[in-house]
């Protein structure tokens, strides 16, 4: 069972992940992939070496080698027939597209040992479109049992066009002219440095407030997260058939979308916005957004204009999702949903989110797919103003219609805040959690303290070398091209809770961090506020009788990682320890929220928020482990996503001893004015 956790997703309650030290087999994997994921626009150029391995393998050869012989013959009839040719621009939400690149996923899925999956991966680097294949390759290197805990490139070295404005690429392509301005040699390797800003620095649009936000939705950590986190279950991928969990999709999907609409919402306010905007079909679309970006056959992404109409072009998308939101509501409203057979399904039981969450992003496990059809691409779709194409290889999606660049365009969140609400109304028809179902009894949470809470902005350098062309392998090894940009980023700090139990007992501790205030300055009661709390953490404690001192560092979250090695560290030390000279470790949790993007901006003079900690009993009969491969072993604790905050709050019940609201404020500093080593 193969899945990443997503944003503040399933209740993993697991300590830090355990580091492993690599063996050589796990290093030949580990080196032999990553370099798939180089100048796969040039792979003659790139490794010219492959080539000959390319062209010596033929899958038709090999179809013995493939579990799934109907996989395999389904993929050389499509080949033969003709797929997405190389240069094309890609997106996985095209119906065209979507069938072509499951069927490649299948291809490499179905190898039956590392050797046959490498040699298909490698000829499909030559021989498919380069986006179709890093896709592919990605998600099958993460649902492999044979590439566990394989780590893969950043997305935004890999594809530095999603992930960097026009201005920045421009500059990359004048020093793959040869362009010595920005040129300096570090040990032998011509090293370049372009200063990033984010779009919006050089025209201000007034009418466009969101602007203020695009150090955070354009954060190349965020990208790279949102990509990472739609492989854990591919809207595509059934749970069945690739032996996924079955009963945590549809509310994993619910719950971690609220929970970055949330985070959003938190960034708004350090920044004097409110509420975020809801999006309709039917009225103006508010907020406009003008990605000044190209996908890589230089095409622009496509702008809106501020309070844009939808245009009659995409009525029949329209009325689709019109009535896909009446379905989805009378659901809610009803308590029930229907299956294929028509037989009404109960979804106000155990289970029952998960079957309405799988409605909404109408992924491979949706209850009855042809009714509730695919509300989420659907979104996508008209709140992105897609182009429809000339031919069906001819496309160019919308920043929403790519995952990693979906994060960008702030009407986004705007269209997660209807599905949220979709979540809200279903928790408001079931009764809030009792006093005995919040309680603890005979434990206290005597007092909680945290560290000074200071965020700031530093340098961050991504390597761009993928930009530009190349004109042979040598050339690519000796230059290295970086961007530089001011990222968000907080100084690391510590909860201080002291407990007092009464007896020996293990227990669950949630930490949650919300507003304090509103846009207008006025507080707000935590019974019209609960749904504006985050999840930072959460971690079992072994209570002892009488005073118990817990501690819990930022960076420990099971929530968050760090930022990326850089590739070309990374791969020197990959090369060493194949050589033996160094040892190489990875962790069994490759990927999580950036750690950096923890805590909002806050202001200068400091910006009140609220800590809210609840401390739940463990129930042994109700927790259970699951192995997840890329986070390791976890424990779940059997209650919902987002408790004891998931429903709606009666302040009179949030006053028992098990539970604190600590009032916190959060101070944004010039570098210069921390005390950090960084």
Partial sequence: MKIILLLLGAFCLANASPVHTADKAYLIKQKSIYELFWHVDQPTVYHPELYQKARSFSIEDHIGSYADKTAVTEFLQRWKHGMLPRGQVFSIMYPQLHEETVCLFNLLYSAKDFDTFYNTAVWARF??????????????VLHRSDTQYVRLPPLYEVLPNLFFNDDVLHKAYHLGMGDTSLKKTVGGVNYHVIHSNYSGWYLVRNDVPEQKLTYFTEDVGLGQYYFMSSHDFPYWMNSVQYKLPTNVRGEMYLFNHKQLLTRYYLERLSNDLGEVNYVDVNHPIVTGYYPTMHHHNGLPFSHRETNTVVPLSMHKHVQKAEHLETRIADAIDSGYVEDVNGQKVNIYNEGGLNILGNIIQGNA????PKYYGQYDLLCRKIFGLSLEPNTKYQIVPNALEIFST??????????????VTYLLNYKKNMPSYTQEELSFPGVMIESVAVDKLMTYFDHFESMINNAVSV????????????????????KPFTYHITVNSDKVVKAVVRVFLGPKYSVHGHEVDISENYMNFMELDQWIVDLKVGTNKVERSSHESIYVAPDDVPSELLYKKMLKAIDGVETYVYTTKLYGFPD???LPKGKKEGMPFKLFVHIAPVDETKSFKVDLPIWGTSVMDGRP??????????????????????????????LDEMNVTV
């Fill in 596 to 598: 950096r993007l923890m």
């Fill in 641 to 670: 996503m987002g408790f004891p905050l998931d429903k709606p709050v009666q302040a009179y019940n949030f006053t028992l001893s098990n539970l604190h609201f600590k009032d916190v404020l959060i101070f944004h500093k010039q």
């Fill in 365 to 368: 496990d949706t209850l009855n």
């Fill in 471 to 490: 004109q042979n392998h040598k050339e690519a090894q000796s230059t290295l091209i970086k961007a530089r940009q001011n990222r968000l980023n907080h």
């Fill in 127 to 140: 021989n498919m479109n380069e986006h179709m294949f890093i896709y592919a390759l990605s998600v099958a």
């Fill in 406 to 419: 979906s994060t960008r365009d702030p009407v986004f969140f705007s269209m997660y805040k209807n599905v």
